[in-house]
């Protein structure tokens, strides 16, 4: 019994690998590189994503059934589009790996400044190559239930609405920021994990079309989480104090207290641990599908084994937060400049193809 | 081949593909008939005509096999003792044979109480059912006496029940059966026979309702059970380890109950039960994770508070696996997680303790694991003694040797009584042993190696599969519809629709309205 994915799952999948530890520091990068009501460019970003997302659905509709490489194949030859997707997959497999570390170091800096984080990686990354190995049917059954687990959290954001002030959202809109173009990057990186959609074809049911609105509602529930949790930490906190933070919603966590908990941001960075791994398994998987393709001939776990491995100790290079948020931040460009143009490719090299088969005798 | 979801005359064609695959015949009723010889001892045997000097020849040195003669009728009678009922025996076979005169044996013989066999096979397979064997010269006949000692039907020790019926499954195959028929009196309700086992030849029962189960996974149960190639088969927890999906997770994959109304409940919804002779343990199929957190009782309570109840197991779950560990993972790295209001007694507490919160609580779980195997193998009388020790040990002198904490005894016992509260036991023991890995883990890396651990969990459920349906229906795939059955214990109005996992042509349960 070949079970397919419905599009409540891929909705699902897709919300949990946009969900990263980015959300965190969300409403700083809209403060300083934004300006005053930066929440504005999470509803900007989130049109141009959404946008984006119907480039890829168009893409694979063009593609008439076909999966990513058979789509590239039809018009590069096959040593280019053989090279284009071991680029994309080593870039997928770095993203991922580097998001587990960034998760890590910011673990360590709250509760284990002392601690190894190589040996913490080890382990996370058996955990990320167990998940990759289930494949991306079970990857979604383990979505769901994190999903299920995790969605009452942002909830205990609701308890700090009377700490909102209106007088936070000033009336002036969009200034004292920074480089616009720069935040717009960020803010775009903090909804990658959408381009998960161009790899999920060979496991929908045949000729159900309705399994990209899937897409479409995961990426809008991403969007409506952003937008909440962002404008929720504009009335919370002032200008300059958001500008300051770091990570403002835990920051925001951190004034939460329960009776039986003291410090609830720990307990909620803690439980966001699993979001975080099912991202970088998402991107890892992206990657082992993409060397799967090239190779067909070789097993896709050992794919799986040679990436975390090698991307393991390549991330080793950056050792400390900082670093390694320059590092991310260099592969969020990459990766937001592929989730443009890699449709846009495929569309017009898609319609190339086409006219050209069409004026062939 | 029989297509999915395709019920009509199912029993027919599981019992031809049955037969298509052994070289069987085929009895009355769905039965399977004859059986080889798989253990090898005398297949040559298989053709030649039963005759008294064969079979006694096959059963040399078996002290237990009686031979009665009657020599003016010219014939000799086998059969064991303690097999056969000595009223059917006396009243079928002996007082026939008494008085019949040689003329009218022949007539005699045409009587439906007996069965002419016409190999050699048979006749041996007979007595080993229990069945008497007449033998004359021209051939030889079973009288279907069988009887064998087995206990009646008792109320289940392990799934009790406060509201339900109180009868429970015995170790004898067919009375369990008869159970499960008075409760179902329907024709659709099938009993596929099976035999497990070259040595033990352990009549395994494979039962469903015709139209409801989907075949597809009948097809593949009895595959499975057909592929078992084991020498001795004792019970039905054996066999579940021999045809489940993952032999190698820790989670039971298929759900097993000792309580005739369970089965019944789960062949209603689809499902298929196996019996095997000799347990007292039925097997339900395809089963997900959330049918190990109902019991019987669930039905027969008023729905609010069967509700409320599941949602004690579920926390009793979620306390079992990870509360000793949470306590692990606090003290060690993440005091600033607790109330300051409870900092004070907790740092008290903990002063007078030289060992690390790790070796604490392993030390403390352990005690208790071995107070809990100690009490459940011994008698009672003695077990009680060991639970008066236990509770003295525990409670007291480890604390005051300064060998535990108060708070650590209070986590341990409450993890311990919500292990009690998950009504399977099989599910309770895997995660008694899940929560030592998970103090292990908290003990290293706190909070994220708690999260670790449960990730692994997750990864293991997620890719589980039973019969080839996930494990983990109605969370993944997420069917809301199937919640008020499987989670939450909705009205009876409301259960209307079979769940998701049973794949069933025939969805509609209920056609009651509100």
């Avoid at chain 1, 990263?20 to 930066?38: K, Q």
Wanted: with cysteine; net charge neutral.
């Amino acid at each position: 019994m070949n079970e397919k994915l419905n599009p409540l799952h891929i909705g699902i999948l897709i919300h949990m690998t946009q969900m990263g530890v980015s959300v965190f520091s969300l409403p700083r990068v809209c403060a300083t590189y934004i300006g005053t009501n930066g929440w504005v460019w999470v509803l900007v970003i989130g049109t141009v994503v959404t946008a984006n997302i119907a480039l890829m659905h168009a893409a694979v509709r063009l593609g008439g059934g076909r999966t990513l490489p058979e789509m590239l194949g039809l018009f590069l030859p096959k040593p280019v589009a053989g090279a284009l997707q071991l680029a994309l997959g080593g870039m997928y497999a770095l993203s991922a790996c580097l998001t587990s570390k960034q998760y890590v170091l910011m673990f360590e800096l709250q509760s284990f400044p002392a601690t190894n984080p190589y040996v913490f990686r080890a382990g996370i990354d058996v955990l990320i190559l167990c998940l990759v190995l289930i494949g991306i049917y079970n990857l979604g059954k383990a979505a769901t239930l994190v999903f299920l687990a995790t969605i009452p959290l942002p909830m205990f954001y609701l308890s700090l609405l009377h700490d909102v002030k209106l007088v936070r959202y000033t009336p002036f809109f969009l200034k004292d920021g920074g480089n616009w173009l720069e935040g717009s990057f960020e803010v775009f990186s903090a909804f990658l994990g959408f381009e998960l959609c161009l790899f999920l074809l060979p496991y929908v049911k045949r000729g159900d079309t309705r399994w990209f609105y899937g897409v479409y509602a995961g990426n809008t529930f991403s969007w409506c989480m952003y937008l909440a949790l962002t404008i929720l930490a504009f009335g919370f906190f002032s200008f300059g104090q958001l500008k300051d933070l770091l990570f403002p919603l835990l920051e925001m966590a951190g004034h939460l207290t329960l009776p039986i908990v003291e410090r609830v941001d720990t307990l909620l960075f803690t439980f966001f641990f699993l979001v975080s791994v099912l991202t970088a398994t998402a991107y890892f998987w992206m990657a082992t599908e993409l060397f799967g393709y090239v190779f067909p001939g070789v097993r896709k776990g050992w794919f799986a084994a040679f990436l975390i491995g090698s991307t393991y100790f390549v991330s080793s290079i950056p050792n400390e937060l900082g670093r390694v948020s320059a590092w991310l931040g260099i592969m969020a460009k990459l990766a937001a400049g592929t989730a443009i143009f890699l449709p846009l490719l495929l569309i017009a090299g898609l319609l190339a193809a086409r006219a050209w088969r069409a004026k062939a005798p | 081949m029989c297509k999915k979801g395709d019920h009509a005359g199912l029993a027919r064609w599981v019992t031809a593909l049955f037969r298509r695959n052994r070289g069987e015949k085929t009895g009355e009723n769905g039965k399977l008939g004859g059986r080889p010889f798989e253990d090898g001892l005398d297949e040559a045997a298989d053709d030649r005509r039963p005759s008294f000097s064969l079979v006694c020849e096959q059963f040399r040195d078996c002290s237990d096999l009686v031979h009665r003669s009657y020599p003016h009728l010219g014939v000799d009678l086998l059969y064991f003792g303690h097999l056969v009922g000595p009223e059917e025996l006396d009243r079928d076979v002996v007082r026939v044979l008494e008085t019949a005169d040689p003329g009218e044996l022949k007539q005699l013989l045409k009587r439906s109480q007996f069965t002419r066999v016409d190999s050699f096979t048979e006749a041996v397979e007979g007595i080993l059912d229990g069945q008497a064997v007449l033998f004359r010269k021209d051939g030889a006949w079973l009288a279907p006496v069988s009887n064998p000692p087995g206990r009646s039907v008792e109320e289940s020790e392990v799934e009790g029940s406060i509201t339900g019926p109180h009868d429970g499954f015995s170790e004898t195959a067919q009375l369990n059966v008869a159970l499960i028929r008075r409760r179902l009196k329907s024709a659709r309700l099938k009993a596929v026979r099976l035999r497990v086992g070259e040595l033990s030849h352990t009549d395994v029962y494979v039962m469903y309702i015709e139209d409801i189960v989907n075949a597809v996974y009948v097809e593949e149960l009895i595959s499975r059970i057909r592929d078992v190639s084991i020498e001795v088969l004792d019970e039905a927890h054996e066999l579940v380890q021999l045809i489940e999906d993952r032999p190698n997770s820790i989670f039971p994959q298929f759900y097993t109950t000792e309580r005739p109304d369970i089965a019944v409940n789960k062949l209603s919804q689809g499902r298929i039960a196996v019996i095997v002779d000799g347990s007292p343990t039925v097997i339900t199929a395809p089963a997900s994770l959330m049918e190990f957190f109902n019991a019987a009782d669930d039905y027969y309570m008023r729905w609010i508070s069967a509700t409320g109840l599941r949602f004690l197991r579920f926390i009793a779950f979620l306390i079992t696996v990870s509360f000793t560990a949470f306590y692990v993972s606090i003290t060690t790295f993440h005091y600033e997680l607790i109330p300051r209001t409870l900092l004070v007694n907790l740092a008290e507490s903990r002063a007078r303790v030289p060992f690390p919160p790790l070796y604490e609580a392993l030390f403390m779980e352990f005690t208790i694991e071995m107070l809990r195997e100690a009490g459940a193998r011994l008698p009672s009388k003695i077990g009680q003694t060991i639970g008066i020790v236990g509770g003295i040990v525990i409670g007291q002198a480890a604390v005051q040797a300064g060998f535990t904490s108060n708070i650590l005894i209070i986590t341990v016992a409450s993890s311990a009584i919500a292990s009690f509260v998950i009504p399977s036991y099989m599910m309770s023991t895997s995660l008694r042993l899940l929560r030592f890995g998970l103090i292990v883990l908290a003990g290293v890396w706190g909070n994220l190696g708690l999260m670790l651990g449960f990730g692994f969990i997750i990864a293991d459920l997620s890719n589980l599969t039973v019969l080839k349906s996930s494990y983990m229906t109605p969370l993944a795939p997420f069917n809301i519809r199937d919640w008020k059955r499987l989670v939450i214990r909705g009205p009876y109005w409301s259960l209307k629709e079979r769940t998701s996992q049973s794949r069933t042509r025939n969805r509609i349960f209920s056609k009651m309205k509100r």
